[in-house]
């Protein structure tokens, strides 16, 4: 610097550091190159320090005027720093909300509903019709003794259905229920006749599957007691039901045998003109009747029992009754 420096040269320096500060100010990307800006501009072996370094070479009636520039550089340097670290600040805050905003009117990810389960359904329109007919659904126990399994339906003890081979045992007297007749014993153990129950509900059976067998399935059974009931009872409600179920369409009963029911019967619907076997029913035993303390003098009735997989195969046409078992969405949708 030459030993000689004017005032004005002074002043065109403090100029030009307005000028140069205030553009590198306003081009500053980020908060933290404010800071080094501002160690640069402002502090003690700065740019300001550095021009006023030269302030000693003027006059003493010149340096007072310099001295009042430089501070008034000084605060105004130090007002667009502030000015620029706040709009950097409140860009960065718009930045982040623009990035966290929610919006609550936007429409949801598709998630299909999905539907019920064709088991399901069919268990729901057998139960319906039947509660129409004035009966009221009751359900029990899958984990069932041999009482209320066997013996009190008049199944006797060496009977094949209570075999190692047939039935899935848990202990010597408790055992997964093969059919839903304990829930009938067990509602008329605590309900005076005259009764009317529908019983729908899982069963297992100790078989192998195949296209028609499962070891888990599911079984709807009715039952009647009231006094008066006779076998014309029996074969106008089961048809009732076959055809509200079926359409209207051929129905008959064949002499059949069941442990719990004397007599017995099974029914066939004729679907798309052929006879097919959909259920068991019968007038209950008198001996099922006196086991449970009723007088079967008095008190008379009938019972049905029918697979659910069956009647849901029969209606859809399904081929094979594992593919209600395999969540095949393929299968699943078209129900
Ligand atoms: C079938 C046949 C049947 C019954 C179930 C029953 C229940 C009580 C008393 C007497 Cl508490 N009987 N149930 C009667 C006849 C047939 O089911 O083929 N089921 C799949």
Known sequence: MSATITLQQLTDQLDALEAEAAAEVRAAPVAADLEQLRVALLGKKGRLSAVLGAMGKLSAEERPLVGQRANRLKEQLQALLGERLEALREAAMAEKL??????????????????????????????????????????????????????????????????????????????????????????????????????????????????????????????????????????????????????????????????????SAEVDVQWRGRWLEVMGCGMVDPAVLEGLGLDPERWSGFAAGLGVERFCMVRHGIDDIRRLYTSDLRFLEQF
Do not use: C
């Not at 598709?110 to 509660?131: K, N, Q, S, W």
């Not at 209320?148 to 229920?177: C, E, G, K, V």
């Not at 059974?221 to 009872?233: R, T």
């Open 98 to 263: 623009r990035g966290e905003s929610l919006d609550v009117t936007a429409p949801s990810r598709y998630v299909p509903a999905g539907h019920r389960h064709p088991l399901i359904t069919t268990t729901e329109e057998i139960v319906d019709i039947f509660a129409g007919l004035g009966y009221r659904v009751e359900e029990g126990p899958e984990v069932e003794t041999d009482h209320y399994n066997f013996t009190a339906l008049n199944i006797p003890p060496h009977h094949p259905a209570r075999d190692m081979q047939d039935t899935f045992y848990l202990t010597t007297s408790t055992l997964l229920r093969t059919h839903t007749s304990p829930v009938q014993i067990r509602h008329l153990e605590q309900n005076p006749p005259p009764v009317r129950i529908v019983a729908p509900g899982r069963v297992y059976r100790r078989d192998a599957v195949d296209a028609t067998h499962s070891p888990v399935f599911h079984q709807v059974e009715v039952l009647a007691i009231d006094e008066g009931l006779d076998f014309s009872h029996l074969r106008g409600t089961v048809t009732t039901f076959l055809q509200a179920f079926f359409g209207d369409l051929p129905v008959r009963f064949r002499a059949s045998y069941f442990p719990f029911t004397e007599p």
